[in-house]
């Protein structure tokens, strides 16, 4: 996910995207989406009743059981973002995850990937 600051559409930054993203956690392995490396992207961009935020993310196993609940609590993290007028999740499964790859140096650690 992007690190800029910068405000995009409507002042809606990026930062603020992967903040609100933060706290929605993983219930299997108790950690941060974010730190996981399950957050592909993200698009900030005006729409017709201010601006839309769309995220790409990818859950650990294409059979999780509790996909619907990740995507619902992205969604509804998103949705609070002052100012945020429409949401949109996308569930994607390319690439395919691999926390080697994708996670935070910290969650590689807790995760006992070297």
Do not use: N
């Amino acid at each position: 996910m992007s690190e800029t600051s910068a405000p995009a559409a409507g002042g809606i930054t990026f930062r603020q995207v992967g903040a609100a993203l933060q706290p929605v956690f993983d219930p299997e392995i108790r950690m941060s989406i974010v730190d996981l490396g399950l957050v592909y992207g993200a698009e900030i961009a005006a729409g017709a009743k201010g601006p839309a935020v769309k995220v790409r993310m990818s859950l650990t196993s294409p059979a999780c059981p509790y996909g619907p609940m990740l995507l619902a609590s992205a969604h509804s993290a998103l949705a609070r973002i002052p100012g945020v007028a429409d949401v949109d999740v996308d569930l994607v499964f390319s690439p395919t995850w691999d926390p080697r790859t994708m996670a935070t140096e910290e969650a590689k650690e807790q995760l006992g990937l070297f």
